[in-house]
């Protein structure tokens, strides 16, 4: 079971960026998935998660309006799309999955399964 984030990088105040996340050995389908950060100096915060098969979606105050989580179940991918970013997201962006979840959670201590981060700064 594997997942591998990609997409992160430099963004100015107001842009936007598309985070990217291929699952390997098992199928999103089949898992609650969700996307966590990790500011310097701050606990691993939970912003979006979606449940499985109906695909149901929730977010964080912080980021509802402005984020948006969504998977291609025939690339197995999971996506975060963020838009009006702030230089308050600037964190490690992480995916993450669970076939035992019955319900989606923005715990990050509910999670098996994560991928390795991806840095996203919002700086002008």
């Known amino acids: 079971v594997q997942l591998q984030a990609s997409g992160g990088g430099l963004v100015q105040p107001g842009g936007s960026l598309t985070l990217s996340c291929a699952a390997s050995?098992?199928?999103?389908?089949?898992?609650?998935i969700a996307w966590f950060r990790q500011a310097p100096g701050k606990e691993r915060e939970g912003i979006s998660c979606m449940s499985r098969r109906d695909s149901r979606e929730w977010y964080s105050d912080s980021v509802k309006g402005r984020f948006s989580i969504s998977k291609d179940n025939d690339k197995n991918t999971l996506y975060l799309q963020m838009n009006s970013l702030k230089p308050e997201d600037t964190a490690v962006y992480y995916c993450a999955a669970d076939l035992e979840l019955t319900l989606p959670s923005l715990r990050p201590d509910e999670y098996d399964y994560w991928g390795q981060g991806t840095l996203v700064t919002v700086s002008s």
């Open positions: 050995g098992f199928n999103l389908d089949d898992s609650v």
